[in-house]
């Protein structure tokens, strides 16, 4: 997901001044378990642009990317995959728009973004800011981590 353009931040950027018209969240789900404490999140601009954050494989970086969510499993048809996600659960998006406390977001306009650097200055965690209240999604010990503070 890192892009060519100096880890994502081209992606972050063009994100100023975009309108939230939709927010996934990916979850990890095995069986009947939702696990909503982590995963990755996507958000959906009015203009179609789309930003998407999740923790880097290496379990520090912050990976930002412009192309939405797609499922690694999908379609799922391989006898090996079925098992694997039987067992072991997977990552499956789920549209959080109108739920609380995204349903704030749908509507509201990004005026800002931050990004708090790792040393080597791959992003560590990013802030949108959106009216008086903001979402920062940050990468801990392989998990992404997302708050959000109401306006």
Do not use: C, Q
Request: a negative charge; zero cysteines; charged letters at 25%.
């Amino acid at each position: 997901m890192s892009d060519t353009d100096e880890h994502g931040r081209t992606a972050l950027n063009a994100a100023v001044d975009g309108t939230i018209v939709a927010v996934r969240r990916m979850f990890y789900v095995l069986g009947d378990e939702i696990d909503r404490t982590e995963g990755p999140i996507e958000f959906t601009f009015h203009n179609g642009a789309t930003l998407l954050l999740d923790a880097g494989v290496d379990g520090a970086e912050l990976r930002i990317g412009g192309a939405p969510w797609r499922d690694p499993f999908e379609p799922l048809v391989d006898p090996v995959n079925i098992e694997y996600v039987a067992n072991s659960g997977k990552y499956t998006a789920f549209d959080v728009t109108d739920e609380s406390p995204y349903d704030e977001l749908a509507g509201r306009r990004v005026d800002a973004v931050s990004v708090v650097p790792l040393a080597d200055g791959r992003p560590r965690a990013a802030t949108l800011y959106v009216g008086t209240g903001m979402v920062k999604a940050e990468s801990i010990a392989d998990e992404l981590i997302v708050t959000l503070i109401s306006a």
